[in-house]
Protein backbone atom coordinates (compact mmCIF):
# COMPACT_ATOMS: atom_id res chain seq x y z
CA UNK A 1 0.00 0.00 0.00
CA UNK A 2 1.11 3.77 -0.84
CA UNK A 3 2.04 5.39 2.20
CA UNK A 4 0.93 9.38 1.92
CA UNK A 5 2.76 11.88 2.83
CA UNK A 6 1.29 12.83 6.23
CA UNK A 7 2.98 9.49 7.14
CA UNK A 8 6.74 10.07 8.42
CA UNK A 9 9.39 7.74 9.75
CA UNK A 10 12.02 8.82 12.51
CA UNK A 11 14.62 9.41 9.67
CA UNK A 12 12.11 11.77 8.32
CA UNK A 13 11.08 10.16 5.46
CA UNK A 14 7.28 10.99 4.06
CA UNK A 15 6.86 7.82 3.22
CA UNK A 16 6.83 5.48 -0.16
CA UNK A 17 6.93 7.71 -3.42
CA UNK A 18 3.40 6.97 -4.85
CA UNK A 19 3.97 6.87 -8.86
CA UNK A 20 0.44 5.61 -10.04
CA UNK A 21 -1.61 8.72 -10.82
CA UNK A 22 -5.03 7.53 -9.19
CA UNK A 23 -7.16 10.28 -11.89
CA UNK A 24 -5.52 10.46 -15.26
CA UNK A 25 -6.10 14.44 -15.14
CA UNK A 26 -4.18 14.73 -12.11
CA UNK A 27 -0.49 14.32 -10.15
CA UNK A 28 -0.94 11.42 -7.65
CA UNK A 29 -2.66 13.09 -4.51
CA UNK A 30 0.76 12.53 -2.41
CA UNK A 31 2.59 14.74 -4.88
CA UNK A 32 0.27 17.55 -4.23
CA UNK A 33 0.13 16.92 -0.69
CA UNK A 34 4.47 17.40 -0.55
CA UNK A 35 3.94 20.66 -2.73
CA UNK A 36 1.74 21.96 -0.42
CA UNK A 37 3.59 20.43 2.96
CA UNK A 38 7.02 19.48 2.52
CA UNK A 39 8.38 20.52 -0.35
CA UNK A 40 11.63 19.29 0.09
CA UNK A 41 11.39 15.81 1.15
CA UNK A 42 13.30 12.35 1.72
CA UNK A 43 11.25 9.59 -0.04
CA UNK A 44 11.38 5.68 -0.47
CA UNK A 45 11.24 4.90 -3.76
CA UNK A 46 9.37 1.94 -4.90
CA UNK A 47 13.03 0.08 -5.13
CA UNK A 48 13.06 0.19 -1.65
CA UNK A 49 15.96 2.82 -1.86
CA UNK A 50 15.77 6.42 -0.12
CA UNK A 51 15.97 9.55 -2.60
CA UNK A 52 14.70 13.24 -2.38
CA UNK A 53 12.12 14.81 -4.22
CA UNK A 54 11.67 18.39 -4.71
CA UNK A 55 8.13 19.29 -5.91
CA UNK A 56 7.78 23.33 -5.61
CA UNK A 57 7.93 25.14 -9.23
CA UNK A 58 11.15 27.17 -8.29
CA UNK A 59 12.96 24.46 -5.86
CA UNK A 60 12.69 22.44 -9.63
CA UNK A 61 14.49 25.13 -11.55
CA UNK A 62 17.06 25.35 -8.96
CA UNK A 63 17.80 21.46 -9.15
CA UNK A 64 17.74 21.62 -12.74
CA UNK A 65 19.88 24.48 -13.69
CA UNK A 66 22.71 23.87 -10.55
CA UNK A 67 25.55 22.56 -11.48
CA UNK A 68 26.31 20.68 -8.08
CA UNK A 69 23.47 18.33 -9.20
CA UNK A 70 24.50 15.89 -11.74
CA UNK A 71 22.51 13.67 -14.78
CA UNK A 72 24.58 11.28 -14.59
CA UNK A 73 22.53 8.01 -14.81
CA UNK A 74 25.32 5.55 -14.15
CA UNK A 75 26.36 7.49 -10.44
CA UNK A 76 25.82 5.02 -7.87
CA UNK A 77 23.29 7.64 -6.05
CA UNK A 78 20.91 7.89 -9.13
CA UNK A 79 17.31 7.06 -8.14
CA UNK A 80 15.87 4.15 -9.75
CA UNK A 81 12.27 4.00 -9.65
CA UNK A 82 12.56 -0.08 -11.04
CA UNK A 83 14.63 -2.73 -9.52
CA UNK A 84 17.96 -4.30 -11.60
CA UNK A 85 21.93 -3.93 -10.48
CA UNK A 86 23.89 -1.10 -9.02
CA UNK A 87 25.70 -1.32 -12.29
CA UNK A 88 22.62 -1.99 -14.88
CA UNK A 89 23.44 1.45 -16.65
CA UNK A 90 27.12 0.98 -17.08
CA UNK A 91 26.02 -2.61 -18.36
CA UNK A 92 24.11 -1.04 -21.29
CA UNK A 93 25.81 -1.55 -24.80
CA UNK A 94 25.20 2.58 -25.42
CA UNK A 95 27.43 4.92 -24.88
CA UNK A 96 27.35 7.61 -22.81
CA UNK A 97 24.11 9.90 -24.21
CA UNK A 98 23.58 13.70 -23.51
CA UNK A 99 20.57 13.44 -20.99
CA UNK A 100 23.25 11.76 -18.58
CA UNK A 101 26.49 14.08 -19.13
CA UNK A 102 27.32 17.07 -17.66
CA UNK A 103 29.18 20.83 -17.98
CA UNK A 104 31.57 20.96 -21.35
CA UNK A 105 31.08 17.55 -22.14
CA UNK A 106 27.08 17.93 -22.14
CA UNK A 107 27.42 21.31 -23.79
CA UNK A 108 29.88 19.97 -26.72
CA UNK A 109 27.45 16.91 -27.45
CA UNK A 110 24.13 19.46 -27.47
CA UNK A 111 26.37 21.97 -29.74
CA UNK A 112 26.96 19.70 -32.00
CA UNK A 113 23.26 18.91 -33.17
CA UNK A 114 21.00 21.75 -31.74
CA UNK A 115 21.12 23.56 -34.91
CA UNK A 116 19.06 20.02 -36.13
CA UNK A 117 15.55 21.24 -34.09
CA UNK A 118 15.93 24.88 -34.68
CA UNK A 119 12.32 26.84 -34.62
CA UNK A 120 13.47 27.27 -38.36
CA UNK A 121 13.98 23.71 -39.44
CA UNK A 122 11.44 22.14 -37.25
CA UNK A 123 9.15 25.07 -39.54
CA UNK A 124 10.22 23.66 -42.95
CA UNK A 125 9.05 20.46 -41.95
CA UNK A 126 5.81 21.18 -41.78
CA UNK A 127 4.52 20.30 -45.11
CA UNK A 128 6.17 16.80 -44.18
CA UNK A 129 4.26 16.37 -41.04
CA UNK A 130 0.62 17.62 -42.36
CA UNK A 131 1.02 14.89 -45.50
CA UNK A 132 1.98 12.34 -42.41
CA UNK A 133 -0.97 13.43 -40.64
CA UNK A 134 -3.35 13.82 -43.60
CA UNK A 135 -2.33 10.35 -45.07
CA UNK A 136 -3.01 8.62 -41.72
CA UNK A 137 -6.37 10.55 -40.84
CA UNK A 138 -7.46 9.61 -44.59
CA UNK A 139 -7.03 5.72 -43.69
CA UNK A 140 -9.01 5.82 -40.79
CA UNK A 141 -11.85 7.59 -41.72
CA UNK A 142 -11.72 4.94 -44.55
CA UNK A 143 -11.67 2.60 -42.43
CA UNK A 144 -13.76 0.55 -40.11
CA UNK A 145 -15.42 2.47 -36.91
CA UNK A 146 -14.41 2.45 -33.92
CA UNK A 147 -11.33 2.96 -34.60
CA UNK A 148 -8.37 3.15 -32.30
CA UNK A 149 -6.64 6.99 -32.24
CA UNK A 150 -3.21 5.47 -30.76
CA UNK A 151 -2.98 2.91 -33.53
CA UNK A 152 -4.46 4.91 -36.18
CA UNK A 153 -2.64 8.03 -35.57
CA UNK A 154 -1.21 9.16 -32.73
CA UNK A 155 1.62 6.75 -32.83
CA UNK A 156 2.46 6.37 -36.21
CA UNK A 157 2.74 9.88 -36.82
CA UNK A 158 5.57 11.02 -34.48
CA UNK A 159 7.20 7.66 -35.48
CA UNK A 160 7.11 8.60 -38.97
CA UNK A 161 8.83 12.11 -38.23
CA UNK A 162 11.58 10.89 -36.22
CA UNK A 163 12.14 8.26 -38.95
CA UNK A 164 12.74 10.72 -41.54
CA UNK A 165 14.36 13.19 -39.23
CA UNK A 166 16.93 10.36 -38.43
CA UNK A 167 16.97 8.37 -41.63
CA UNK A 168 15.59 5.72 -40.56
CA UNK A 169 13.19 3.12 -42.61
CA UNK A 170 9.47 3.56 -41.89
CA UNK A 171 9.24 0.27 -42.58
CA UNK A 172 11.32 -0.71 -39.43
CA UNK A 173 8.88 1.55 -37.06
CA UNK A 174 6.98 -1.19 -35.44
CA UNK A 175 10.27 -2.62 -34.20
CA UNK A 176 11.11 0.63 -32.76
CA UNK A 177 7.71 0.66 -31.44
CA UNK A 178 8.14 -2.46 -29.63
CA UNK A 179 11.50 -1.81 -28.26
CA UNK A 180 11.03 1.63 -27.04
CA UNK A 181 7.62 0.07 -25.13
CA UNK A 182 9.36 -2.71 -23.82
CA UNK A 183 12.19 -0.18 -22.16
CA UNK A 184 10.03 2.52 -20.78
CA UNK A 185 7.63 -0.38 -19.30
CA UNK A 186 8.06 -0.21 -15.81
CA UNK A 187 7.17 -3.76 -15.14
CA UNK A 188 9.47 -5.48 -17.71
CA UNK A 189 12.20 -7.20 -16.14
CA UNK A 190 15.70 -6.43 -16.17
CA UNK A 191 16.59 -8.86 -18.70
CA UNK A 192 13.97 -7.55 -20.83
CA UNK A 193 15.19 -3.77 -21.00
CA UNK A 194 18.49 -5.07 -21.71
CA UNK A 195 17.33 -7.07 -24.37
CA UNK A 196 15.48 -3.96 -26.02
CA UNK A 197 18.06 -1.80 -25.21
CA UNK A 198 20.72 -4.03 -26.95
CA UNK A 199 18.32 -4.84 -29.87
CA UNK A 200 17.93 -1.14 -30.78
CA UNK A 201 21.38 -0.56 -30.35
CA UNK A 202 22.56 -3.02 -32.53
CA UNK A 203 19.91 -2.05 -35.67
CA UNK A 204 21.32 1.48 -34.76
CA UNK A 205 24.99 0.77 -35.22
CA UNK A 206 24.34 -0.97 -38.65
CA UNK A 207 22.60 1.99 -39.66
CA UNK A 208 24.96 4.39 -38.90
CA UNK A 209 27.73 1.85 -40.62
CA UNK A 210 25.35 2.09 -44.14
CA UNK A 211 25.37 6.08 -43.90
CA UNK A 212 28.66 6.18 -43.04
CA UNK A 213 29.58 4.39 -46.57
CA UNK A 214 26.88 6.56 -48.60
CA UNK A 215 25.74 9.85 -46.33
CA UNK A 216 22.67 11.29 -47.10
CA UNK A 217 20.79 14.67 -46.42
CA UNK A 218 19.55 13.63 -42.90
CA UNK A 219 20.31 14.57 -39.42
CA UNK A 220 22.68 11.37 -38.99
CA UNK A 221 24.05 11.75 -42.09
CA UNK A 222 24.92 15.31 -41.72
CA UNK A 223 26.16 14.46 -38.35
CA UNK A 224 28.45 12.19 -40.41
CA UNK A 225 29.36 14.67 -42.59
CA UNK A 226 30.36 17.30 -40.16
CA UNK A 227 32.69 14.87 -37.54
CA UNK A 228 34.52 13.65 -41.02
CA UNK A 229 35.53 17.49 -41.25
CA UNK A 230 36.58 17.71 -37.97
CA UNK A 231 38.71 14.98 -37.57
CA UNK A 232 36.89 11.58 -37.89
CA UNK A 233 33.47 9.71 -37.30
CA UNK A 234 32.86 9.26 -33.76
CA UNK A 235 30.60 6.05 -34.02
CA UNK A 236 29.52 6.28 -30.40
CA UNK A 237 28.97 9.31 -30.40
CA UNK A 238 26.31 9.04 -33.26
CA UNK A 239 25.18 5.52 -31.55
CA UNK A 240 24.00 7.32 -27.94
CA UNK A 241 22.05 9.90 -29.95
CA UNK A 242 20.24 8.05 -32.40
CA UNK A 243 19.01 5.78 -29.44
CA UNK A 244 18.39 8.93 -27.49
CA UNK A 245 16.21 10.88 -30.11
CA UNK A 246 14.60 7.96 -31.42
CA UNK A 247 13.54 6.67 -28.03
CA UNK A 248 12.14 10.65 -27.07
CA UNK A 249 11.05 11.75 -30.39
CA UNK A 250 7.89 9.28 -30.74
CA UNK A 251 6.75 7.79 -27.45
CA UNK A 252 6.52 10.94 -25.79
CA UNK A 253 4.75 13.06 -28.48
CA UNK A 254 2.43 9.61 -29.18
CA UNK A 255 1.16 9.56 -25.53
CA UNK A 256 0.74 13.74 -26.16
CA UNK A 257 -1.64 13.34 -28.84
CA UNK A 258 -3.75 10.33 -27.56
CA UNK A 259 -3.85 12.10 -23.95
CA UNK A 260 -4.74 15.80 -25.58
CA UNK A 261 -7.43 14.20 -27.84
CA UNK A 262 -9.54 12.53 -24.97
CA UNK A 263 -8.88 15.54 -22.44
CA UNK A 264 -10.61 17.62 -25.77
CA UNK A 265 -13.17 15.40 -26.25
CA UNK A 266 -13.87 15.62 -22.36
CA UNK A 267 -14.11 19.46 -22.61
CA UNK A 268 -16.41 20.02 -25.78
CA UNK A 269 -16.43 23.79 -24.86
CA UNK A 270 -13.41 24.45 -25.09
CA UNK A 271 -13.07 22.45 -28.57
CA UNK A 272 -15.60 24.60 -29.84
CA UNK A 273 -13.30 27.57 -28.90
CA UNK A 274 -10.29 25.90 -30.74
CA UNK A 275 -12.18 25.01 -33.46
CA UNK A 276 -13.50 28.52 -33.78
CA UNK A 277 -10.14 30.33 -33.10
CA UNK A 278 -7.29 28.03 -34.70
CA UNK A 279 -4.73 30.39 -34.39
CA UNK A 280 -5.45 29.28 -30.36
CA UNK A 281 -3.48 25.88 -30.94
CA UNK A 282 -0.14 26.92 -29.92
CA UNK A 283 -1.34 27.80 -26.39
CA UNK A 284 -3.46 24.75 -26.35
CA UNK A 285 -0.90 22.39 -26.64
CA UNK A 286 1.35 24.87 -24.21
CA UNK A 287 -1.31 23.82 -21.72
CA UNK A 288 -1.93 20.49 -22.65
CA UNK A 289 2.40 19.89 -21.78
CA UNK A 290 1.85 21.61 -18.80
CA UNK A 291 -1.69 19.65 -17.35
CA UNK A 292 -0.02 16.34 -18.16
CA UNK A 293 3.82 16.46 -17.96
CA UNK A 294 4.17 12.68 -18.78
CA UNK A 295 7.93 12.34 -18.35
CA UNK A 296 8.30 14.01 -14.93
CA UNK A 297 10.42 10.83 -13.53
CA UNK A 298 12.89 11.54 -16.54
CA UNK A 299 14.29 14.68 -14.57
CA UNK A 300 16.23 13.22 -11.75
CA UNK A 301 19.81 14.08 -10.28
CA UNK A 302 22.43 13.64 -7.98
CA UNK A 303 23.77 15.94 -5.44
CA UNK A 304 27.67 16.49 -5.75
CA UNK A 305 27.72 18.07 -2.42
CA UNK A 306 25.56 18.59 0.29
CA UNK A 307 23.29 21.67 -0.83
CA UNK A 308 20.51 23.18 1.17
CA UNK A 309 17.40 23.49 -1.02
CA UNK A 310 14.04 24.74 -0.09
CA UNK A 311 14.94 24.51 4.01
CA UNK A 312 16.44 21.38 3.82
CA UNK A 313 20.23 19.84 3.52
CA UNK A 314 20.33 17.15 1.08
CA UNK A 315 23.76 15.24 1.32
CA UNK A 316 26.08 14.70 -1.19
CA UNK A 317 25.54 11.62 -3.45
CA UNK A 318 21.61 11.36 -2.82
CA UNK A 319 19.35 11.02 -5.77
CA UNK A 320 17.08 13.82 -6.53
CA UNK A 321 13.98 13.71 -8.45
CA UNK A 322 11.87 16.30 -9.82
CA UNK A 323 7.96 15.87 -9.56
CA UNK A 324 7.34 18.15 -12.51
CA UNK A 325 3.87 17.53 -12.27
CA UNK A 326 3.34 18.91 -8.90
CA UNK A 327 5.44 21.55 -9.40
CA UNK A 328 3.68 22.36 -13.27
CA UNK A 329 0.54 23.35 -10.97
CA UNK A 330 2.13 25.33 -8.10
CA UNK A 331 -0.03 28.11 -7.28
CA UNK A 332 3.08 30.16 -6.37
CA UNK A 333 3.32 30.20 -10.63
CA UNK A 334 0.14 28.95 -11.68
CA UNK A 335 -3.35 30.54 -11.10
CA UNK A 336 -5.67 28.07 -10.51
CA UNK A 337 -3.15 24.88 -11.68
CA UNK A 338 -5.22 22.03 -11.35
CA UNK A 339 -8.03 23.50 -13.97
CA UNK A 340 -7.70 22.54 -17.82
CA UNK A 341 -7.59 26.54 -19.31
CA UNK A 342 -6.42 26.52 -23.00
CA UNK A 343 -6.21 30.14 -22.70
CA UNK A 344 -3.89 30.26 -20.49
CA UNK A 345 -0.38 29.66 -23.21
CA UNK A 346 2.09 29.64 -20.85
CA UNK A 347 5.65 28.23 -22.07
CA UNK A 348 7.24 28.47 -18.64
CA UNK A 349 5.91 25.20 -17.81
CA UNK A 350 8.20 22.51 -16.78
CA UNK A 351 7.09 19.35 -19.19
CA UNK A 352 10.08 20.11 -21.41
CA UNK A 353 12.86 20.10 -17.98
CA UNK A 354 14.77 23.58 -17.51
CA UNK A 355 18.09 24.85 -17.91
CA UNK A 356 20.97 23.09 -19.82
CA UNK A 357 19.22 19.77 -20.38
CA UNK A 358 15.99 21.32 -21.57
CA UNK A 359 14.53 19.10 -24.34
CA UNK A 360 16.44 19.21 -27.40
CA UNK A 361 13.06 18.24 -29.48
CA UNK A 362 10.17 20.71 -27.41
CA UNK A 363 10.04 22.67 -31.18
CA UNK A 364 9.55 19.51 -33.00
CA UNK A 365 6.73 18.46 -30.32
CA UNK A 366 4.98 21.94 -30.81
CA UNK A 367 5.06 21.34 -34.39
CA UNK A 368 4.06 17.75 -34.64
CA UNK A 369 1.06 18.38 -31.44
CA UNK A 370 0.12 21.70 -33.24
CA UNK A 371 -0.68 20.00 -37.02
CA UNK A 372 -2.20 17.03 -35.18
CA UNK A 373 -4.70 18.43 -33.06
CA UNK A 374 -5.85 21.42 -35.27
CA UNK A 375 -6.20 18.95 -38.64
CA UNK A 376 -8.17 16.01 -36.59
CA UNK A 377 -10.59 18.16 -35.21
CA UNK A 378 -11.02 19.82 -38.70
CA UNK A 379 -11.44 17.35 -40.55
CA UNK A 380 -13.37 14.99 -37.77
CA UNK A 381 -15.86 17.53 -36.32
CA UNK A 382 -17.64 14.46 -34.84
CA UNK A 383 -14.80 12.47 -33.26
CA UNK A 384 -16.46 11.41 -30.19
CA UNK A 385 -15.44 8.48 -27.47
CA UNK A 386 -16.57 4.83 -28.73
CA UNK A 387 -16.55 3.58 -25.33
CA UNK A 388 -17.60 4.92 -21.57
CA UNK A 389 -14.44 6.96 -20.17
CA UNK A 390 -13.91 4.71 -16.99
CA UNK A 391 -13.08 1.88 -19.50
CA UNK A 392 -10.13 3.71 -20.86
CA UNK A 393 -6.50 2.15 -19.33
CA UNK A 394 -3.54 4.73 -18.78
CA UNK A 395 0.02 3.56 -18.81
CA UNK A 396 0.80 4.18 -15.22
CA UNK A 397 3.41 1.24 -15.43
CA UNK A 398 5.25 3.35 -17.99
CA UNK A 399 8.20 5.76 -17.63
CA UNK A 400 6.55 8.07 -19.69
CA UNK A 401 2.28 8.78 -19.20
CA UNK A 402 0.00 7.84 -21.74
CA UNK A 403 -2.88 5.39 -23.19
CA UNK A 404 -2.92 2.20 -24.11
CA UNK A 405 -5.55 2.91 -26.35
CA UNK A 406 -8.29 5.27 -27.40
CA UNK A 407 -11.74 3.83 -29.11
CA UNK A 408 -12.96 6.74 -31.35
CA UNK A 409 -16.16 6.60 -33.67
CA UNK A 410 -17.33 9.85 -35.66
Not at 375 to 384: A, E, K
Request: glycine share 6%.
Amino acid sequence: MTTDAADTTDTGSAGTLQVARGCPFAPPEQHMRLLRERPVAKVTLPTGRDAWVASRYQDIRTVLSDPRFSANRRHPGAPRLVNGPDNEMAMSPLPKMMLEMDGAEHAQARRAVVGEFTVRRMAALRPRIQQFVDEHLDAMLAGPRPADLVTALALPVPSLVICELLGVPYADHDFFQVNSAQLLNRRATEQERQHAVLELAIYLDKLIAAKEQEPADDLLGRQIAKQRDNGGVDRPALLSLAFLLLIAGHETTANMISLGTYTLLERPEALEALRADPDRWGGAVEELLRYFTIAEFAMARVALEDVELGGAVIPAGSGVLMLANAGNRDPEVFEDGDRFDPARDDRSHLAFGYGPHQCLGQNLARVELEIVFETLFRRVPGLRLAVPADQLTFKDEAAVYGMHELPVTW
